[in-house]
């Protein structure tokens, strides 16, 4: 996956996502989406409140472990502004 933008969306209690700009054939400037992570084995001293986002330094490891068996799981969805919306509207 060919990543051209990446950033975190986290609320005060660190739940959150991350978004990313990927390289898509059909969209001229790529595609967004969100990276919904949450925990796979049961590592107490890795153990996070769920969903999270991957901080900008881990990111650049973790992603090489998505669709594979790892201490995090993570989940593809499409980025939908309606759902960042939502997100940011249960913090205000």
Known sequence: MKV??????KGPDNKGYNILLV???EEYYGKWIKLEN?????R??????EPFAFE??????EINYIK????YKT???EFNSKH???????YF
């Open 4 to 9: 051209y933008l990446w950033g975190s969306v």
């Open 56 to 61: 900008l330094e881990e990111l650049k490891e």
């Open 44 to 49: 107490p001293e890795k153990m996070r409140l």
């Open 38 to 42: 949450t925990n796979n084995f049961c």
């Open 75 to 77: 989940n593809i969805k």
């Open 23 to 25: 390289k898509d054939e």
């Open 84 to 90: 960042l919306i939502e997100f940011i509207g249960k």
């Open 68 to 71: 594979a068996t790892h201490i």
